[in-house]
């Protein structure tokens, strides 16, 4: 009789016996954070958008850069010199589409051209020309220049963007490998639980004080758990897999081995790494919203258009004047030296300018419209991640409850079993609630932590 209520007490003590799994390093969601932000390729190629949008800029202002142009042309023949032309100009762009010119001409020979002909010395000029209708209040450097730098702000919004994605996606990544995490130590717990509870029948199967059937039942729950358990850790070797592909360490990926563990309590720990706040103002939240700085920065760019090509509508007229003189003479001013010209053109109709235009003011609208669809997308999916959150970390709080009501039927059940007026069958079945209520306990915090993450994604906060 006393081995026989040994035996059963030896089997009900394995369910308080907690199963330790080896824990040499344990990875936290701050560090594991951490390593994607300073690591991660996606992360670091990110950053060249701004580069880009630099190198861009630096090319649009280019086009106000001083220009030096030569021009030398000459021709001998029979001993001839048929002729000899130089032109060189030096000349300044300015922001208003003024360019001013300094020149000097020489030209000699037999047979040059009588309006090219120059002193001995040759011929300086400097003038200046103004463009009256296009070009003046905007012109295709200004534009560039200014769309260049409203490219930098639009890139660094997508560079934010992008940086969110990467880190969403990791974070997803490490949740999933939490969630198989837990799951594999819940079966691997509750295996050895029912290999022991199986041992300890075997033992009063050979007493006599149990019928061998329930070996019969005691084994199948072992089978049964076994097949969980591989599943598990199927599920939990793919997910460290799909981690490793964002966990870089000095620019090398680092596959994370088996017996690196996740951090226990992640919920803590997860609203300080990923920046996110159940108390946010959406209207606050989406001024500073990258999407919302992105299109407010194509519309921009589509307005510096719109006023290109309204003044394409004016006409063409350039006037130029340049003073003229010998080099030696440079100092005695000679106002009656001098050249001037005038362009002028203008089409009659205005169609393609007039298209152009037209086509530039629904590009606006049509960008207005996307900007205030996605400021009221944006704004309910904030509400709703956050409604989402506050009744998830509810259903934790009422999930834990569960698994603890379930842990005292058990308890209770087992009491009974040692009376001897309870069986294997509820023994079980009051065990595999509480395995039920726990993988319910993971998934919730899973979902959980999933929206948090998705939160964070909508505030693109990176």
Do not use: C
Request: glycine share 4%; net charge neutral; proline share 3%.
């Amino acid at each position: 009789m006393m081995k026989r209520v040994f035996i059963i007490l030896l089997i009900l003590t394995s369910y308080h016996i907690k199963a330790q799994s080896f824990k040499e390093k344990e990875l936290s969601f701050s560090e594991y954070i951490g390593y994607v932000k300073k690591y991660h390729p996606l992360v670091r190629q990110s950053g060249l958008l701004l580069n880009k949008a630099e190198a861009e800029l630096l090319t649009a202002r280019g086009g106000f850069d001083p220009k030096i142009e030569v021009d030398y042309d000459q021709k001998d023949f029979k001993d001839k010199n048929y002729y000899s032309l130089l032109k060189s100009t030096f000349k300044i762009p300015t922001w208003y589409g003024i360019e001013i010119k300094a020149a000097f001409d020489n030209s000699e020979g037999l047979y040059v051209n009588p309006q090219n002909t120059t002193p001995n010395n040759g011929l300086t000029s400097i003038g200046i020309s103004i463009p009256l209708g296009q070009g003046l209040f905007i012109n295709k450097r200004m534009a560039d220049v200014r769309m260049a730098k409203v490219q930098l702000q639009l890139s660094a919004a997508e560079q934010k963007m992008e940086t969110t994605d990467v880190i969403y996606e990791a974070s997803l990544a490490y949740f999933n490998w939490k969630r198989a995490f837990d799951e594999a130590e819940l079966y691997k717990t509750y295996l050895e639980y029912a290999q022991k509870r199986y041992d300890g029948i075997l033992r009063l199967i050979e007493t006599g004080d149990k019928p061998a059937i329930d070996s019969v039942e005691a084994g199948i729950l072992v089978k049964t758990r076994e097949l969980s358990l591989k599943d598990a850790q199927l599920k939990l070797t793919k997910s460290r897999l799909e981690l490793s592909n964002f966990l870089w360490i000095d620019n090398v990926p680092v596959e994370l081995e088996e017996n690196i563990t996740p951090e226990e309590n992640v919920r803590n720990s997860v609203d300080a790494s990923l920046n996110t706040n159940l108390q946010v103002n959406p209207s606050a939240a989406l001024d500073s919203h990258p999407k919302i700085q992105s299109l407010q920065s194509k519309l921009s760019m589509l307005e510096i258009e719109r006023r290109y090509k309204a003044n394409m509508l004016l006409p063409e007229m350039n006037v130029s004047y340049n003073y003229l003189s010998e080099p030696a003479y440079f100092t005695d001013y000679r106002f009656q030296d001098y050249k001037i010209g005038l362009n002028f053109s203008f089409p009659l109709f205005l169609r393609k300018e007039r298209g152009a235009l037209q086509l530039a003011k629904l590009k606006i609208q049509d960008g207005q419209l996307d900007l205030e669809l996605e400021r009221v997308a944006l704004k309910n999916k904030i509400l709703t991640y956050s409604a989402e959150i506050e009744s998830l970390n509810q259903q934790q709080l009422t999930a834990a409850e569960l698994v603890k009501d379930y842990t005292v039927m058990l308890s209770s059940e087992e009491k009974l079993f040692s009376f001897g007026e309870s069986s294997l069958f509820l023994i079980n079945s009051r065990e595999n609630n509480v395995v039920s209520s726990r993988l319910a306990e993971i998934n919730t915090e899973n979902r959980l932590l999933a929206s948090i993450a998705n939160l964070y994604k909508v505030l693109s906060i990176p």
